[in-house]
């Protein structure tokens, strides 16, 4: 063999050899696959009251009586800010051409507050925001007759709303 073709030969293995001691020795990392990812955060809300009924017994003269029930609001949601309402409707009699029993005098109380907020047009009772979990509230409520009710059977609501505030 000549030497030329001894000294490519012996060129050729040394680059070889070098390659791949430095392919064996080389930290870099080497991208191998791309993912792309999409994460979909759907808007959650979940409303829930403990009961949905209210007993109102009136037994004596008119005042202020209490509701023996009394609710448990749960909201849960992930929207940024949100907000629940309250209002209540007339209480109606049983017979007709009886007078209703005014929304005005349905309150509201929440948690252990002793401070009766009348039911009103959209009552603002509780906020949430995102990034503190909301905890349940519990809501007495308190109707107040006077002398001119006329004794019986009445009948309305109190609506709870919500709104979600994106």
Do not use: C
């Not at 959650?44 to 009586?65: C, K, Q, R």
């Not at 349905?106 to 507050?113: E, G, K």
Request: glycine share 4%; hydrophobic share 45%; proline share 5%.
């Amino acid at each position: 063999m000549n030497i030329k073709k001894i000294k490519t030969l012996l060129v050729l293995l040394f680059i070889s050899i070098i390659s791949n001691t430095h392919s064996a020795i080389d930290t870099d990392m080497q991208e191998v696959a791309s993912l792309n990812v999409n994460a979909v955060v759907a808007p959650y809300t979940t409303v829930s009251v403990s009961t949905n009924e209210l007993s109102f017994s009136v037994l004596g003269t008119p005042g202020a009586y209490i509701s023996t029930d009394v609710v448990t609001l749960t909201v849960d949601s992930n929207q940024s800010t949100w907000s629940a309402f309250a209002q209540a409707s007339n209480l109606v009699h049983n017979d007709f051409g009886v007078a209703d029993l005014p929304a005005e005098r349905l309150s509201f109380a929440i948690n252990d507050s002793k401070q009766f907020l009348p039911l009103k047009n959209n009552v603002l009772f509780l906020q949430g925001v995102i990034d503190q979990e909301p905890e349940p509230v519990k809501l007495s409520f308190r109707l107040t007759t006077t002398w001119q009710d006329t004794p019986g059977i009445y009948k309305g609501k109190v609506t709870i709303a919500f709104l979600n505030n994106p």
